[in-house]
């Protein structure tokens, strides 16, 4: 047994820790995540690799679940920092933020595997919603005016 994964705050003192059998799991993991309680100010929880298990623990920082995962934990760690552990069912959306916010983007998984589909794909098949607010709106083509009407009946266009 040993820690697998860890955050912890600037100063130290709170974070999160994954200990587990498994010596290096590649995130997102098969398998199963148990909580421990709090330690050494940090929220303990062990990991169980499981071949059958429908879900997949994905640790990292400013992650969200859209759709088909959930949040375990999600802890702020100082300096514009943060540690979340999702649990992702056999198909999830997942966003990550970078620093501060100024940059995000949209994963889709399968079956714990990260699959290359472009966020305005997801957006098209339904799979995430737009941010609210940001829908442009099509203006209809106005009518040509009577004047090129006329000109372009006259050139037989």
């Known amino acids: 047994m040993k820690e697998v994964w860890h955050v912890s705050s600037t100063n130290g003192w709170w974070g999160i820790a994954i200990a587990s059998l498994t010596e290096d799991p590649q995130w997102p ?19 169980d690799a499981d071949e059958s298990a429908q879900t997949w623990v994905l640790p990292g920082g400013d992650i969200s ?25 056999p198909r999830a959306v997942v966003k990550f933020v970078g620093y501060k916010g100024r940059s995000s ?37 106005p009518a040509t005016s ?9 050139a037989g266009l």
Do not use: H
């Not at 472009?118 to 098949?125: D, E, N, R, S, T």
């Open 29 to 47: 993991a098969r398998g199963t995540l148990v909580s421990l309680g709090r330690i050494e100010g940090r929220d303990c929880f062990r990991f």
């Open 65 to 89: 679940p859209l759709s088909g995962a959930s949040t375990v934990i999600s802890v702020g760690l100082q300096s514009n920092r943060s540690g979340a552990i999702l649990l992702l069912g």
């Open 146 to 154: 009577g004047i090129m009407e006329a000109a372009l009946r006259k």
């Open 105 to 141: 983007s949209v994963s889709l998984y399968v079956d714990g595997k990260c699959r290359d589909v472009p966020g305005a794909v997801m957006l098209a098949l339904g799979l995430v919603e737009a941010k609210e607010g940001s829908l442009i709106e099509i203006p209809p083509i």
